[in-house]
């Protein structure tokens, strides 16, 4: 399966929130903890163990909310990204 590299951005101010290695073709609905690449304050949230200590993802220019923690398959953290929220570039 191929991946792709992505930059997510704000959709409202358009502030660069994190870069993401996307597998597999369609939307992204979920971002996986384990696939953010940068900045490293997010990339590390994967060594959590629990939804409840996970941040929900929000812009840090204007605190627009972008995605919910959530919980996935076999207790996989991800963020249930807001659709309409955030922009992607690259890939």
């Known amino acids: 399966m191929a991946s792709r590299h ?23 609905i979920r971002l996986y903890l384990d ?3 940068e900045p490293k304050s997010l990339a590390s949230l994967k060594s959590k163990g629990k939804k409840s200590q996970i941040p929900s993802l929000v812009c840090p220019e204007c605190n627009l909310q972008i995605g919910h923690p959530m919980e996935h398959e076999r207790s996989r953290l991800a963020y249930r990204m807001i659709k309409g929220a955030f922009k992607k570039s690259g890939g």
């Open 6 to 28: 992505l930059d997510i951005s704000c959709g409202k101010c358009g502030e660069f929130i994190l870069s993401y290695r996307k597998e597999g073709s369609g939307q992204l």
């Open 35 to 37: 696939k953010i690449q």
